[in-house]
């Protein structure tokens, strides 16, 4: 059982380039989301998706865009990447949206140049 | 305005000392708190959650409303509980939006 599993784990950038990073479960979650992890600033959710086509603005949304085209993945692209963008990016999974734990992946470590 | 704070970035203390690690929170309802913990090298998981009530490898915390905290709290350090402690409030609406406090480094010396 992989849990939460993301694509890739390291990347370097350069200024302007686009990427997409890619988060597959396998726990039949209806609940995925997209948080970016800053020094002294914990984890801040960007993107947030409650089912399979539906996508939703979190508290740092600009300069990047999500799709849920299918329930076990949760896509979340750069278009043009900015060296403030460079982080520590974790997807996680949740069964239900309120009172229950949230399945982490392992992390993208992004550096923009 | 919802929000989490953990005032301190760094917590040391020796094997066996108590531990606290605060939190407090800005919510208007009825929260739901978290304490999230990323080990060296390992994924952020899940410690425990306020409406489970319950022990996880010796660390309790309980929901003080009055006070609008949510301490992780355990009695004798363990070297193993070295690590990154994070508070977490779901943000409400049935999303499972999680609000993150900054963070606390737990390093427990021998």
């Known amino acids: 059982n992989a849990g939460v599993t993301q694509t890739p784990k390291f990347r370097v950038l350069k200024t302007g380039q686009s990427m997409t990073l890619l988060c597959a479960q396998d726990?039949?979650?209806?609940?995925m989301y997209w948080y970016r992890q800053d020094p002294g600033m914990g984890l801040r959710l960007i993107h947030y998706?409650?089912?399979?086509?539906?996508?939703a603005k979190g508290e740092v949304p600009d300069g990047y865009n999500v799709s849920r085209l299918k329930k076990q993945n949760f896509l979340l692209g750069l278009e043009s990447a900015a060296p403030s963008q460079t982080s520590v990016y974790f997807c996680?999974?949740?069964?239900?949206?309120?009172?229950?734990?949230?399945?982490f992946g392992q992390g993208t470590r992004l550096t923009v140049v | 305005a919802q929000r989490v704070t953990q005032p301190e970035k760094l917590l040391s203390v020796f094997k066996g000392a108590p531990v606290e690690l605060k939190c407090n929170y800005s919510?208007?309802?009825?929260?739901?708190l978290f304490w999230y913990v990323q080990y060296s090298r390992q994924r952020l998981q899940l410690l425990l959650r306020?409406?489970s009530r319950e022990s996880i490898k010796g660390f309790t915390a309980d929901l003080n409303k009055g006070e609008t905290s949510f301490h992780l709290k355990k009695p004798f350090a363990q070297e193993e509980d070295s690590a990154m402690y994070y508070c977490?409030?779901?943000?409400?609406?049935?999303?499972?939006?999680?609000?993150f406090g900054q963070g606390t480094t737990l390093q427990v010396k021998p």
């Open positions: 977490a409030l779901s943000g409400g609406g049935n999303t499972g939006k999680l609000i």
């Open positions: 726990m039949n979650h209806e609940y």
């Open positions: 998706s409650v089912g399979e086509g539906t996508t």
């Open positions: 996680a999974s949740s069964y239900t949206g309120s009172g229950t734990e949230a399945f």
């Open positions: 306020h409406i």
């Open positions: 919510y208007s309802g009825s929260p739901e």
